[in-house]
């Protein structure tokens, strides 16, 4: 089926610095998205992004988060300045239109230490 | 709190039997249920999904099982094989599936 890949699978950071997650989603879809999972907790939504904007957003998308996909290429998360709470995987997702199946890559493992 | 809830942490089934997994709901507005399988370190990946104005639908060994009114929906697979040895996650949306709700995960482990 299709495929979204996510770079790098693990990352280790020191707290404060900045961080960037890659998001290649399947090439055709439209509506991108980020979804957090702490260890030991579920999957929980961040943010959607369509037609270069972000249309929802939870409370866990917190200022020091951003997403962008600069001219068709990586859907990006970012976060900067990073904080411990940060840990986590991250998972990424893209759907060709809001209504239809989401599709998600295999997740980032983020350590910040 | 948590809107999606699934209420067993693991599920064990002998080979050939019946894997039943369940899941739980809060928010009245949700009208997609999905269930994902993941195994570790992979993507977690669509095996069937509903909307709310059916409340039954068969894949193959697969069948989902949507009780609006209590709020809960599940999941069956027939003749359970070692291979749906993984985790599986349920999951909400409303207005569209453009914010799903997981839930924890069971992991069903099938067993020769």
């Known amino acids: 089926g299709p495929k979204v890949l996510q770079i790098p699978s693990h990352q280790i950071i020191d707290m404060g610095q900045m961080v960037t997650l890659n998001c290649d989603p399947v090439?055709?879809?439209?509506?991108f998205y980020w979804y957090k999972q702490i260890l030991g907790q579920q999957m929980e939504f961040l943010v959607n992004f369509y037609n270069g904007k972000v249309m929802e957003k939870s409370k866990l998308f917190k200022d020091q988060f951003s997403v962008e996909r600069p001219d068709g290429s990586y859907f990006t998360l970012k976060i900067q300045p990073t904080a411990l709470e940060d840990s986590a995987v991250y998972f990424c997702?893209?759907?060709?239109?809001?209504?239809?199946?989401?599709?998600f890559g295999p997740g980032t493992r983020l350590l910040v230490l | 709190g948590q809107q999606v809830k699934q209420s067993s942490p693991s599920l064990t089934v002998q080979e050939g039997g019946i894997s039943i997994l369940n899941c739980d709901y809060e928010n009245d507005m949700f009208d997609y249920f999905a269930w994902y399988k993941k195994y570790p370190d992979n993507s977690p990946t669509l095996l069937i999904s509903?909307?709310?104005?059916?409340d039954k639908r068969e894949d193959g060994r697969l069948t989902v099982f949507l009780n609006k009114s209590g709020k809960h929906f599940s999941l069956h697979i027939t003749a359970s094989q070692p291979e749906d040895t993984a985790v599986y996650l349920c999951a909400a949306g409303d207005g569209g599936n453009n914010k799903l709700t997981f839930g924890q995960g069971t992991v069903l482990s099938v067993i020769p």
């Open positions: 090439s055709n879809h439209l509506y």
């Open positions: 997702a893209s759907s060709l239109a809001g209504t239809d199946t989401q599709y």
């Open positions: 509903v909307r709310s104005n059916v």
